[in-house]
């Protein structure tokens, strides 16, 4: 059964920074793409950034060149640095997991409250 675990949500102001973890269970991590969503009230779940098992990353428009995502995979680990935080980044975050060699996300954590204040 696969597991995910974030961690990292708070509160920072407009333009400082945060770090998301998302720890993982399972071994076939380092074959598994790995993603970030996020929910703001009233709105989709919407895509913010993706790493494949080859190490391509892709990003949504609104975050490219302020967040970062990374893995671990010694570590079974994913990262979103979000930097020059905006209050409209105010969401929850959700890491996401895809089957190994796959491109579609099917396991999901929890999500970890980010809150941006102007």
């Known amino acids: 059964q696969v597991q995910l675990v974030e961690s990292g949500g708070g509160l920072a102001q407009a333009g400082g920074s945060l770090r998301l973890s998302c720890a993982a269970s399972g071994r076939t991590f380092g074959r598994s793409g790995m993603g970030w969503f996020r929910q703001a009230p009233g709105k989709e779940r919407e895509f913010v950034a993706g790493i494949r098992w080859t190490g391509t990353v892709t990003y949504a428009d609104s975050v490219k060149g302020r967040f970062t995502i990374s893995r671990d995979n010694a570590e079974n680990t994913v990262y979103l640095q979000m930097n020059s935080l905006k209050p409209e980044d105010t969401a929850e975050y959700y890491c996401?997991?895809?089957?190994?060699?796959?491109?579609?996300?099917?396991?999901w954590g929890q999500g970890t409250q980010v809150t941006v204040s102007s």
């Open positions: 996401a997991r895809s089957r190994p060699f796959s491109d579609e996300y099917f396991y």
